[in-house]
C-alpha cells in the first residue's frame, strides 16, 4: 500500500542547532514528495519538493532534503535552526500526477533557546 | 493576491447535529481539496474537485458527508448527522493546475468539536 512515515512525532533541539527530520514512503517506480510546514494557527505552505533531476531539493528558509531512492527517504534538513523554525512539519508523497497525494502523520520541532 | 478563505474557524454542536464548512480557493485554482486532520494525525483527503467534477472521493464517508463545487469556484463540505469521531480540523487547498505535482495553497482551517 501507498504510505509515508515520519518516524520522530517530536523533535526537540536547541537555537542553532542542525536537525533532520525523517520521512520514509513506500517503494514505487515513480514517485513525488513534498514538505510543507503548518506554522501554529495557520494553513500548510510548501518547503520544498522533488519531483526529478538533482536529489538534493533546496527549499525556502534554509531547509533541504535528499531524495534517497535506496533507502526510500526524504529526510528534511537545516544546519542551523532559528526559534522561527518552531512549527509542524509533514512529508508527503503522490505516485503519479494523477495520484492523490498521501501526508505523514507530522512532526512538530521545538526549537530551546 | 488573497488566499484560500474558509469558514467558520470554529465550530461546536453536539452528535446528530449537523455542520457546513465554506471554503473559496485562490481565484483561477482549478483543483479543490478537502483533508480532514484529526489531532496527531496528518491531513486525509477527503474529496477533490477539479473544476465543477469529482475527481477523487474514495475516503468521503458518503453516509455522512456531502461535498459540492457549483460553478468550479468556492465549495461546501457537509456533516449530516455528526459523530464523536468528526471532532477534526478540516483543511481546505487549492492548486493552479490539474496536476498532483503542483503547489498546494492552503486555508487556515476549520475546527469542528463534536460533544
Known amino acids: 500500500a501507498q504510505s509515508v512515515t515520519q518516524l520522530d512525532s517530536q523533535v526537540p533541539v536547541f537555537e542553532e542547532a542542525p536537525v533532520e527530520l525523517r520521512c520514509n514512503y513506500s517503494?514505487?517506480?515513480?514517485?513525488?514528495l513534498f514538505w510543507y510546514v503548518q506554522y501554529p494557527n495557520q494553513g500548510l505552505q510548501l518547503l520544498l519538493k522533488?519531483?526529478?533531476?538533482?536529489?538534493l531539493v533546496k527549499g525556502i528558509n534554509g531547509f533541504e532534503a535528499e531524495f534517497n531512492k535506496s533507502q526510500t527517504s526524504f529526510h528534511l534538513r537545516k544546519p542551523s535552526v532559528h526559534i522561527s523554525d518552531t512549527a509542524e512539519y509533514f512529508c508527503?508523497?503522490?505516485?503519479?500526477?494523477?495520484?492523490?497525494?498521501?501526508f505523514g502523520s507530522g512532526t512538530r520541532l521545538s526549537i530551546r533557546p | 493576491e488573497a488566499g484560500v478563505a474558509q469558514s467558520p474557524r470554529y465550530k461546536i454542536i453536539e452528535k446528530r447535529q449537523s455542520v457546513a464548512f465554506w471554503c473559496n480557493p485562490i481565484?483561477?485554482?482549478?483543483?479543490l481539496y478537502w483533508y480532514q486532520q484529526i489531532l496527531g494525525q496528518g491531513p486525509k483527503l477527503l474529496i477533490q474537485f477539479q473544476n465543477n467534477g469529482v475527481v477523487d472521493d474514495s475516503q468521503l464517508p458518503k453516509d455522512r458527508f456531502s461535498a459540492e463545487r457549483l460553478k468550479g469556484v468556492d465549495s461546501t463540505l457537509k456533516i449530516q448527522p455528526a459523530k464523536l469521531e468528526d471532532s477534526a480540523v478540516y483543511l481546505c487547498?487549492?492548486?493552479?493546475?490539474?496536476?498532483?505535482?503542483?503547489?498546494?495553497?492552503f486555508g487556515e482551517g476549520s475546527r469542528l468539536t463534536v460533544l
Open positions: 517503494s514505487s517506480v515513480s514517485v513525488y
Open positions: 508527503a508523497v503522490t505516485y503519479s500526477s494523477a495520484s492523490k497525494i498521501i
Open positions: 522533488y519531483l526529478s533531476g538533482s536529489t
Open positions: 487547498a487549492s492548486s493552479l493546475g490539474t496536476s498532483n505535482t503542483g503547489e498546494l495553497f
Open positions: 481565484s483561477g485554482h482549478a483543483t
